[in-house]
């Protein structure tokens, strides 16, 4: 009996440990879904018969995709993100033109994929249908609004879907999802049978896998004829919107710059979109509209960004606040509390800065520039993360997506591997109406870009030491601004630590030098001058403060061979013949 009790206790004892590690385990790890919750609706919508040869069969024959519940389906509820919105909606009578397009284009449509609610947010989360779980991080959003339509495509469940995008809807779930994202040209794809979010900032988007597969999807609906690619004669690498990225810079820009100097022979430009911008919408600084202030390194992207939320707010609400008035639907709280924001945003000055943006964008552009951004501030979000509610987060993001989104341009998303096992991407954006273009660039470029990401993810060492010397860079930047601003101990300091990053760097010790002597720690200035010229020989600056050092010490035939050497490698260096001759004057 004794054993026997003992034996069933042992029993209840495993039980426990058990449901205490699926428990865990549970907290740990999202359950398993068989669609990733991607779906709200299952449907099938065929294409009519293939046309009898020699006719050419329908040019998405064999391809399946899905739609975001903005998009309407004859028959079935478009429930917005909302099931309080499904349940005061009838059936559908007529289906969105752009998706009979596509079943036409013989295409087969499986289903109605999860939004927002109301295709607000930019987080991918939702309170009436769960949040879609990302299969690229399944502990990290998966980016709104079109969350769903991404999530399948990165599934592996179609080969593309439709979303929405107003202020990033697709742009950035494909990037936190790690497939292909396109945004057109504003206006240029029919959004008839579509919801409205906010009017003159929607577009319907799509995700793929296969860059032939978004093109493929580009052509039929942008009603575009095959014709010879045209190559981009132009990248502009916006070096200020990688600054909002906490992805390091040269982790993404890389992979650009080697894939463009491999396919076409030419060089990268870099650029910065905060001095262009200044130059061609002087009114754009007025732009705060009752936002904060968030980063005031990047004063007016922050401005574009407040711009295109106002805007986005106000047509939101023109367009939805009579029913959320009436119906008094228990709406998100971070939607209330943006919608009921105070500001008085002054909508026409707004409109003209979305005006005068495209304009700038186009001049920039041309027909056959790139602009590469980042398409997101950094890795996707943990699920209930605080940052999904930061200000700063929402801040950052929406800047880069508000280029395109308040210039009207075109913008495709390209994965870029992972960085800390989750999906990263930078954007190429092309002038309103280069949808073509846009298209048919990712088309030539995606292997490359593919080819040096995989470079790049073998190349651990190579990948580590990069980070390392752009974090060096980045401190001996911040000692310059202190070695300006006359703080010379914080100059050192940051100085130190870009040497400790990369010690291989001569200006490094040369400007670390340059603080010792504002110091008076002159033994220390001619070590440092001493590392810099065994690093390199001909850096005139280190033999200038090694000779000012020596000077000060009382060395003086020492400090006149400096001011020499400076003098015969810079024959009209000023400072060393003024010091020459200044010293054999004092000790002829």
Partial sequence: MASSGAAANLWVLLGLGIAGVLLAARKLKRPARPDHGAFITRLELLPPPQPPPPQAPHPLTGLCFAIADALHVSGYITSFGSLEWAKTHDAETQTSPVVSALVDGGAVCVGKTVIDEMAYSIHGENKHFDTPTNPAAPDRVPGGCSSGSAVAVAGGMVDFALGIDSIGGVRIPGAYCGVLAFRPSHAVVSSGGVIPVAPSLDTIGWFARDPSVLRRVGHLLLRLNYADIRPPRHFYIADDCFGLSKI?????????????????????????????????????????????????????????????????????????????????????????????????????????????????????????????????????????????SSESYNSQTLCLSSLASMSGCCQVSIPLGTHDKCPVSVSFIARHGCDRFLL?????????????????????????????????????EKGNAAFKEKQWQKAVNLYTEAIKLNGKVATYYSNRAAAFVELTSYRQAEADCTSAIDLDP????????????????????????????????????KTAGVAINRLKKLFP
């Fill in 440 to 476: 048919d660039t990712i088309q030539t470029m995606y292997a490359t870009i593919q080819e040096q990401v995989e470079i790049l993810a073998k190349s651990n060492v190579s990948s580590k030491q990069a980070m390392d010397e752009e974090a060096a860079e980045a401190a001996k």
């Fill in 538 to 573: 001909k850096i005139v600056k280190a033999y200038l403060r090694r000779g000012t050092a020596r000077e000060m010490m009382g060395y003086y035939k020492e400090a006149v061979e400096d001011f020499s050497h400076a003098l015969v490698l810079e024959p009209m260096n």
């Fill in 248 to 388: 390091p810079a040269r982790r993404l820009t890389q992979v650009v710059t080697k894939s463009v100097e491999k396919l076409f022979g030419r060089q990268v430009t870099r650029v910065n979109l905060e001095n262009y911008l200044a130059s061609k919408i002087s009114s754009l600084r007025n732009c705060s509209n009752g936002h904060r202030n968030g980063d005031s390194k990047f004063p007016l992207l922050l401005a574009l960004c407040n711009a295109m939320r106002s805007l986005h707010k106000h047509e939101f609400k023109d367009q939805h606040m009579e029913w959320i008035n009436s119906v008094k639907p228990a709406v998100d709280a971070r939607i209330v509390s943006n919608l009921s924001e105070d500001g008085d945003s002054d909508i026409d000055g707004c409109q003209d800065v979305r005006n005068k943006a495209r304009l700038a964008l186009g001049a920039l552009l041309k027909d056959d520039g790139i602009l590469v951004i980042p398409t997101a501030s950094g890795c996707p979000p943990k699920l209930n993360a605080k940052e999904l």
